[in-house]
């Protein structure tokens, strides 16, 4: 089945060191988001890329990186994690265009010590 | 940022009962979506409703939007236990189709 995917789960990382989580598509989208969620909170946009193009969240801390080395793979990369990083990172995709639709991954829960 | 509010915060109802969550957005928009999030996992889209529309119904979902309140409602009828989630409406903005959402409703359908 055609999916979003999101590696790993669950990542554990120490205050400080950087971290890089994944998205992978099977969809062939041409738009990856990265969404950042906080407990009991709604998800909040960070950026996303439309084809090559990287868009960045006014709000966004500089901490916060992507890469999309082709359609099916997006990173977040977080260059020194805080206490206040930790949060589920939600990657989705839409087809762009006239629709409208995101499809999410499951969410890579990351814990800061 | 956060787009409105969504009201009420928690919801709980009995299975086979009725669940209504209203949402409220700040800006002009084009459509309104619907997601469903089950406890720990990414969304699912449940229903868009377009700004010409008033009432759109899908399976046991029903959604309304008043673009003159700027507010929009989603009805789940006959509830059941897997419908236990949270509920967040979202608007959309920008030619990436960016989804702002609001602060979500969480819904526990009781067996």
């Known amino acids: 089945d055609a999916m979003v995917i999101q590696n790993p789960r669950y990542q554990v990382t120490q205050f400080g060191k950087p971290v890089t989580l994944s998205c992978s598509q099977t969809l062939n989208h041409n738009v990856m988001y990265w969404y950042q969620q906080k407990s009991s909170q709604a998800p909040k946009l960070l950026f996303h890329?439309?084809?090559?193009?990287?868009?960045n969240e006014a709000d966004t801390p500089d901490n916060f990186q992507s890469r999309r080395p082709n359609t099916s793979f997006c990173f977040l990369d977080i260059r020194s994690p805080g206490l206040g990083d930790a949060a589920m990172y939600l990657c989705?995709?839409?087809?762009?265009?006239?629709?409208?639709?995101?499809?999410f991954g499951p969410g890579t829960r990351l814990t800061v010590t | 940022s956060q787009q409105g509010e969504e009201d009420p915060q928690a919801l709980s109802i009995q299975e086979g009962e009725n669940a209504t969550m209203n949402c409220s957005y700040k800006?002009?928009?084009?459509?309104l979506q619907w997601y469903r999030q089950n406890s720990g996992r990414g969304l699912v889209h449940l229903i868009l409703i377009r700004s010409n529309e008033r009432e759109k119904h899908s399976g046991r979902l029903r959604v309304t939007l008043d673009t003159s309140k700027k507010s929009s409602s989603l009805l789940i009828t006959a509830s059941r236990a897997a419908d236990t989630a949270s509920y967040f409406c979202?608007?959309?903005?920008?030619?990436?189709?960016?989804?702002?959402f609001g602060s979500g409703t969480q819904l526990t359908v009781l067996p």
């Open positions: 800006t002009s928009i084009n459509n």
């Open positions: 890329y439309y084809d090559k193009d990287f868009n």
């Open positions: 979202a608007t959309v903005s920008g030619s990436a189709r960016q989804l702002t």
């Open positions: 989705a995709t839409s087809t762009g265009g006239s629709s409208y639709e995101q499809y």
